[in-house]
């Protein structure tokens, strides 16, 4: 194992890598969740996660911001390294954004204070400032009218745009996406997809775990498939869906395009 | 086709649900009053042959026992009445004042209004205060004082007791409730056991415990723990010098308040700048200037506001000076370590109903963890926190009469005296029981209004 396979997106050229992950191992006490990751990100890169439930997909993904510790190997995001080191980790997030399958907005704030409570307490930025650059992104995400509503008052589809709204604001460098969709009603999975289709556009580096092939098939430079803790596959969009060379992953893709 | 049925006019009273609920109540209210009535006439009659007296007019009578520990009541009189008459009216008017602003403009008061109100609620009251300062009278219970008298120096020790031990059970319990939920290993087990034994334990055990064997670890009177006179402490208590006010000292806690004013305004200011500009104000230095500097310079025109008076042994006791009884501290000990347990698991089950989600999504957006307590956590889970906390408050109202057992002189206590002095069973039992009642009653109707505001929040 001198000269572990890296596995980036060298069809990307040589745009810099902004998260680098080496021997990523974890364990949850017996159970090994992730086995030797290696990763690489480069920026304004789009990576779709997919594999089966129970894989680890969330898992890994958490680990990139620290929600979830790890305890073999190295992660770099945006050069700082994730250890141990609380200022670190503070720092790591302020530049990563994140979304969630359950929205997890704040209940007993409103839309417009949820927006601004990153600016405010972690950037220390003036509420007046905070103020305006969060009715900015809750136009760009279609919720301007509703800021002075509390969450419980909008529907699964507005949420979630209200929280990529609360991740933006904070004006992040990398943003990840928990399966966004998949506690959403069908019919308001598009206006999610749209927002995150449109942030893709504008060059935000992005890590989705999703289901929803169409936009992985439209969005996604790179595709990681993941099974029982391992990355099986890694390859660039095209490749993955015309000719996937795994027989894991040509399974998968065939159970959840024919479903 | 069904006919259409009207809800209302088809079925009969007796078998729609708002009947039912009508006619339940009326059968309780009569069969309540039934009881009352025959009660009462019962009372009557088996006084009557007894040959006592009924009626309040028992309370002007000279009591001639002693209470081992006083608190002033201030009289009813001059000052007082126009002390309390200003703080509603303040009140009112700065209430009235920020509702027409809001609904005026929608928007909280700015400073120029701030202050106005201000001034109605906190310096209204205070130049009552100091315009009245000769007429306000603080009267002490003594051996030939009334009945009634007693009977208030017993509610002044019970309200003492209370809002000192909602206080601290407070606080101790959300320290032990945060170390419970500590990663800290030793720290969380700690706590555990701490609340396991509280809990576990009467409370009446918890007050002897106190009492009976830790107080009276403390020295002899004539062994007492003395620190040059400052401080003494014995089994009779804890001794401190007390302040005696002179001349000056209206002038100079005048000064503090104006101070405690001018630094809640210049934080204030601190955080509007915060908010416009992002610019963190340092206010340490002003602050402790100002808390400094205006007593010093009220000090230096009014001349020494106060003078010390030492307590000296007289006697079996020392005399004079302030302190804490041993009876007053077993018991505001006790029951604030008791409530406190359990405060302690309201407080944890409130933080951990909060969902993990909720956590994960502060911390992913760089709050540092005091910051996802105070900002997301803890706002949640006051509203989980605050009935049952209610419960709790009311049972130190309520327990605090087991200070019987210890012989802190509180209500039910010095009424038990009375009761057994006078005779007057019915009269002190219904008092006992009306101002328990008053009590709880304020309790819940405060943390109501607190609940309605912390509730409110989410729609
Ligand atoms: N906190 C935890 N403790 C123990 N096991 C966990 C924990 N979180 C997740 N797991 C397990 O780790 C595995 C991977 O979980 P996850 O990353 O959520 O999978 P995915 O998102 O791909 O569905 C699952 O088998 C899950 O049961
Ligand atoms: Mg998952």
Redesign the pocket.
């Known amino acids: 194992m001198t000269t572990a396979h890296i596995n980036t997106a060298t069809h990307l050229g040589d745009s810099p890598v902004v998260i680098d992950i080496q021997g990523l191992n974890k364990w ?2 017996q ?1 090994h ?1 992730l086995k030797e990751i290696n990763l690489q990100i480069r920026q304004q890169e789009k990576v779709v996660i997919c ?1 089966p ?8 993904i958490r680990t990139i911001n620290r929600l979830e510790e790890h305890q073999e190997g190295r992660i770099v995001v945006d050069d700082e390294p994730l250890t141990n080191d609380v200022k670190q980790i503070e720092r790591v997030r302020r530049e990563v954004g994140m979304v969630f399958q359950q929205f997890n907005l704040f209940p007993h704030m409103t839309i417009l204070d949820n927006v601004i409570s990153g600016p405010i307490h972690v950037r220390n930025m003036p509420r007046k400032q905070a103020v305006d650059l969060a009715h900015s992104y809750l136009k760009r995400v279609g919720i301007a009218e509703q800021a002075n509503k509390y969450p419980g008052q909008l529907s699964g589809g507005q949420q979630q745009r209200v929280a990529i709204a609360r991740a933006l604001a904070m004006q992040p460098k990398i943003m990840l996406f928990d399966e966004p969709t998949s506690a959403l009603d069908p019919e308001m999975i598009k206006e999610v997809l749209d927002v995150m289709r449109e942030l893709a556009e504008q060059g935000m580096t992005m890590i989705c ?1 999703t289901h929803e092939m169409g936009f992985a098939r439209e969005v996604a430079d790179t595709m990681v498939f ?1 099974d029982k803790g391992q990355i099986v596959e890694y390859a660039p969009v095209k490749e993955f869906f015309t000719a996937p060379k795994e027989e894991r992953s040509r399974m998968f893709l065939e159970q959840i395009l024919n479903h | 086709m069904s006919e259409r049925l009207a809800p209302q006019d088809k079925v009969p009273f007796w078998r729609s649900p708002q009947g039912r609920a009508w006619m339940f109540q009326l059968c309780m209210v009569g069969g309540f009053l039934w009881l009352a009535v025959s009660m009462y006439r019962n009372t009557l009659v088996n006084l009557k042959t007894r040959g006592i007296s009924s009626g309040f007019g028992f309370l002007a009578n000279e009591a001639g026992f002693r209470i081992g520990e006083v608190t002033g009541i201030p009289l009813p009189q001059g000052g007082l009445l126009w002390f309390l008459l200003s703080l509603v009216a303040g009140l009112a008017i700065s209430q009235l004042i920020a509702r027409q602003l809001k609904s005026d403009s929608g928007t909280p008061m700015n400073s120029k209004w701030l202050s106005v109100s201000l001034f109605f609620s906190i310096g209204l009251p205070m130049l009552t205060l100091y315009v009245f300062r000769d007429s306000i009278e603080i009267a002490h219970y003594t051996e030939s004082s009334s009945y009634f008298m007693a009977l208030l120096t017993g509610l002044g020790n019970t309200l003492k007791v209370t809002v000192i031990g909602c206080v601290a059970s407070t606080i101790l319990g959300l320290l032990i409730a945060l170390g419970r939920l500590s990663p800290n290993w030793l720290l969380s087990n700690i706590c555990r056991w701490y609340v396991e034994l509280n809990r576990n334990l009467p409370v009446l055990l918890q007050l002897f415990f106190w009492y009976f064997i830790v107080l009276q670890q403390l020295p002899n009177v004539r062994k007492s723990i003395d620190l040059g006179g400052w401080l003494i402490l014995n089994k009779r208590g804890l001794f401190l010098p007390s302040l005696v006010p002179q001349q000056g000292a209206w002038l100079f806690c005048a000064t503090i308040v104006v101070a405690l004013v001018a630094i809640w305004v210049l934080r204030r200011r601190a955080i509007r700048i915060l908010d416009e500009t992002g610019m963190p104000v340092k206010i340490l230095f002003p602050a402790l200037g100002f808390l400094i500097g205006l007593p010093a310079l009220a000090w230096l025109v009014g001349g020494q506001p106060f003078t010390l008076d030492f307590p000296v042994l007289k006697g079996f006791n020392f005399k004079g000076g302030t302190g804490l009884t041993p009876e007053f501290t077993a018991l505001v000990v006790g029951l604030t370590v008791y409530v406190s347990a359990f405060n302690a698991e309201i407080i944890r089950s409130g933080i951990e109903a909060v969902s993990k989600g909720q956590r994960e999504a502060a911390r992913a957006l760089a709050m540092n963890e005091r910051q996802v307590m105070r900002i997301v956590i803890l706002p949640q889970a006051m509203r989980i926190i605050v009935p049952p906390m209610t419960s709790e408050y009311l049972a130190i109202a309520k327990n605090s009469s087991l200070a019987v057992a210890i012989g802190y002189p509180e209500f039910v206590s010095v009424g038990g005296t009375i009761l057994n002095q006078s005779g007057q069973a019915v009269e002190i039992v219904g008092i006992w029981m009306g101002v328990y009642l008053c009590i709880s009653l304020l309790i819940s109707f405060g943390m109501n209004i607190y609940n309605s505001k912390v509730a409110l929040v989410e729609r």
């Open positions: 949850y006490g159970f969740v594999g439930s129970g894989s680890g997909k969330s898992t890994l775990v993941m």
